[in-house]
């Protein structure tokens, strides 16, 4: 969420923001997008087990979640040069949890 702190509210309405509360605001869509990216491997990693487990019915959506997975990275790629080392870091682990559950399924 982005804080008021920084922005000056103009005669016609419009908000001006000093680089901090720009920050702020990308740094909060950022983990928004790593916090959906995590939501979506840990959903991921569900239904995998299901599916190795010859329950197949999570097959599809198992795909359906590839491909927004596919979407998200493309976001967070687009942002990678606003990351923290934290955010990093975090997304860093999430990619590697996601590889590994694939590889399992092999």
């Known amino acids: 969420m982005l804080m008021a702190t920084g922005a000056t509210f103009a005669a ?8 901090t509360a720009t920050v702020t605001l990308v740094s909060d869509e950022v983990d928004n997008l790593i916090a959906q990216y995590e939501k979506l491997v840990n ?15 999570g097959a599809t959506e198992m795909a359906k979640l ?3 997975a596919t979407k998200l990275s493309q976001k967070l790629d687009a942002v990678k040069d ?9 997304l860093a682990k999430a990619v590697q949890k996601m ?7 092999m």
Do not use: P, W
């Not at 590889?99 to 399924?105: F, G, H, R, T, V």
């Open 82 to 90: 606003e990351m923290s080392v934290e955010q990093a870091t975090r």
């Open 12 to 19: 016609n309405g419009t908000v001006n923001m000093n680089s």
């Open 43 to 57: 959903k991921y990693i569900a239904l995998a087990k299901k599916v190795k487990a010859g329950d197949m019915s």
């Open 99 to 105: 590889a590994k559950a694939a590889q399992e399924m």
């Open 66 to 68: 590839a491909q927004d």
